[in-house]
């Protein structure tokens, strides 16, 4: 599984960015999709999920009602709408894959692949 994260990039606080991933593999809707960010000097914390058929998303509290997570199975994407940016959202986005389960982790260490992550800065 290859993953390539783009529509990183600066942005006025109050502000909106969409973030894509494209994913190269056979089987797209068998795996389970996630978003993780890092800031400077931090570690790396989960932003949000989607179960393989999309029917079901997780967001962590900092981003709920902000950031919207989608998926489309015959396009092989995962996409993060990201509206009322804040400074505090400045980091670098990763978008992650795990086989399919009907369950969505937040702890980064059950996803087993990950793209090359795009760099989102929000000024304030």
């Known amino acids: 599984v290859q993953l390539q994260a783009s529509g990183g990039g600066l942005v006025d606080a109050g502000g909106s960015l969409r973030l894509s991933c494209a994913a190269s593999?056979?089987?797209?809707?068998?795996?389970?999709m996630a978003w993780f960010r890092q800031a400077p000097g931090k570690e790396r914390e989960f932003v949000s999920a989607?179960?393989?058929?999309?029917?079901?998303?997780s967001y962590s509290d900092a981003v709920q009602g902000r950031f919207t997570i989608s998926r489309d199975n015959e396009k092989n994407m995962v996409d993060l709408q990201m509206n009322s940016l804040k400074p505090e959202d400045t980091g670098v986005y990763y978008c992650?894959?795990?086989?399919?389960?009907?369950?969505?982790?937040?702890?980064?260490?059950?996803?087993?692949?990950w793209g090359q992550g795009t760099l989102v800065t929000v000024s304030s």
């Open positions: 992650a894959a795990r086989a399919w389960t009907n369950n969505l982790y937040t702890n980064s260490n059950v996803y087993s692949y």
């Open positions: 593999v056979r089987s797209f809707s068998s795996y389970n």
């Open positions: 989607v179960i393989w058929s999309g029917g079901r998303t």
